[in-house]
């Protein structure tokens, strides 16, 4: 079935610091793959998507690439602050008719000042 | 607030009973999820709805069922309910199947 792995599990950055979130899926018709936020208590939010006939996305400090050949895809944020801390999730949609929006298993990603 | 309604927020309940999580989604949006996250774990997909039909369905228990009304709102029905049943669910909806997915604020469930 579908899946998507994501890695690490938690990432410790000094603030200033880039941080790569890693995310491979397994369902070669997947073409949506957005990124989610999640603080703590809070509700999961978008925070940047790309479909499969784009290659890189970027939104200020934040980006987002992917590798339809290898199936997977990276978000990167630049210059982290502290507030980025919170939980990251990945996502991947689209494949075969049923179109499912699987997650990965989340990534803790935590800023030091 | 993403639009997403989800009710009750807080729900505490004994083993084998059977309670009801309603969703209300964003309006004009076709497409409902569930999902249900149990502490320090990730969004394990349960099911999705589109347009009243269910549509996918991912590793969701026997005991739970769903369904999407006329109206687009939706409902997790969940019974015999076990203490591994404790967890958040959320409701999630879009406009189509692989559009950015409004999340609700989730239904906190407590089995004891």
């Known amino acids: 079935g579908e899946n998507v792995e994501q890695h690490p599990s938690t990432l410790s950055v000094q603030e200033g610091d880039s941080a790569v979130i890693k995310c491979t899926y397994s369902?070669?018709?997947?073409?949506?793959f957005p990124w989610y936020k999640q603080e703590l208590g809070k509700r999961p939010q978008l925070i940047i998507d790309?479909?499969?006939?784009?290659g890189e996305k970027k939104d200020q400090r934040i980006a987002v690439t992917l590798n339809k050949t290898a199936k997977h895809f990276s978000l990167h944020i630049t210059e982290t602050q502290p507030e980025d801390s919170a939980v990251y999730f990945c996502?991947?949609?689209?494949?075969?008719?049923?179109?499912?929006?699987?997650f990965g298993t989340g990534t803790l990603l935590a800023v030091q000042p | 607030d993403s639009g997403v309604t989800q009710t009750p927020k807080h729900l505490i309940t004994a083993t084998g009973q059977r309670v009801t999580l309603r969703c209300s989604p964003r309006?004009?949006?076709?497409?409902v999820y569930w999902y249900q996250q149990s502490l320090d774990q990730g969004l394990q997909f349960l099911i999705q709805?589109?347009?009243?039909?269910?549509?996918a369905k991912g590793n969701i228990l026997e005991r739970f069922s769903a369904q999407q009304f006329p109206d687009l709102h939706s409902e997790l029905n969940l019974s015999s309910l076990e203490l591994g049943d404790s967890a958040l669910y959320f409701c999630?909806?879009?406009?189509?199947?692989?559009?950015?997915?409004?999340f609700g604020q989730g239904t906190r469930l407590t089995v004891v």
């Open positions: 999630a909806s879009s406009v189509l199947p692989d559009t950015e997915a409004f």
């Open positions: 369902d070669s018709a997947s073409n949506y």
């Open positions: 790309i479909r499969s006939n784009v």
């Open positions: 996502a991947a949609s689209g494949g075969g008719a049923t179109n499912k929006l699987i």
């Open positions: 309006s004009g949006d076709l497409s």
């Open positions: 709805y589109y347009n009243g039909e269910e549509r």
